[in-house]
């Protein structure tokens, strides 16, 4: 059975820093492009970052860019997103996801909150 | 960023009955080594979202074949044949031809 498992989430100041983890099992994880996507409680989905099966090539949202790192450990089955000088507009569910654009390769977390909040 | 936009935003439908949902981006999706990636997503309330749709037309594993994508270009419709109990959420369209992947606002599928 495939399992994402996100934590590290919950509530930081404004300016604060945050790194979510996401354990993985089920799939040969390092075979695959890992990827954060974001929703704000009641709102859409938002595409966050992106990395590459083998960590070389990483991607990010314009809004992000400078402030959040993915990575990932291949060893311990394992993505990250380390969340720096947090702002209020980052406040949402983050889900850890596998999806391969090009076949049939589609898990999903089941998402962990983060707020930002004073 | 390309720009993906969802009509309706709100599809009240009967069950039995078909719907479809419309996607239509701001620049092509036809990527330069021939694929236009195009993907549906379904998110059911209180779930984590799951794809449907894949390069357009291609169904992810297990999804009911009542589901099926067209479409070409900037312009793409997923329909459902014959609406369910089970299929009422939140659709979203999605392009990853081009960085960073971006969604549609969303369309909410509910029973009548």
């Known amino acids: 059975e495939v399992q994402l498992v996100e934590s590290g989430g919950g509530l930081v100041q404004p300016g604060g820093s945050l790194r979510l983890s996401c354990a993985v099992s089920g799939f040969t994880f390092r075979s695959y492009w890992m990827n954060w996507v974001r929703q704000v409680p009641g709102k859409g989905l938002e595409w966050v970052a992106n990395?590459?099966?083998?960590?070389?090539?990483?991607y990010y949202v314009d809004s992000v860019r400078g402030r959040f790192t993915i990575s990932r450990d291949n060893v311990q089955s394992s993505l990250y997103l380390q969340m720096d000088s947090l702002r209020v507009e980052d406040t949402a569910v983050y889900y850890c996801?596998?999806?391969?654009?090009?076949?049939?390769?589609?898990?999903w977390g089941q998402g962990i909150l983060v707020t930002v909040s004073s | 960023d390309v720009v993906m936009t969802q009509s309706p935003l709100s599809l009240p439908v009967t069950l039995g009955q078909p719907a479809s949902i419309s996607c239509r981006s701001s620049q092509s999706l036809l990527h330069s080594h021939g694929n236009t990636y195009l993907s549906w997503f379904q998110q059911r309330p209180g779930q984590s979202p799951r794809r449907l749709i894949y390069?357009?037309?291609n169904r992810d594993s297990g999804v009911p074949d009542r589901f099926s994508g067209s479409g070409s270009g900037s312009d793409f419709t997923l329909k459902i044949s014959r609406v369910e109990a089970e299929d009422v959420g939140v659709y979203y369209c999605m392009q990853a031809t081009h960085w960073p992947w971006t969604f549609g606002q969303g369309t909410k599928v509910e029973i009548k």
């Open positions: 990395i590459k099966d083998d960590g070389t090539d990483k």
């Open positions: 996801a596998s999806v391969q654009r090009g076949f049939p390769f589609d898990y």
């Open positions: 390069k357009v037309s």
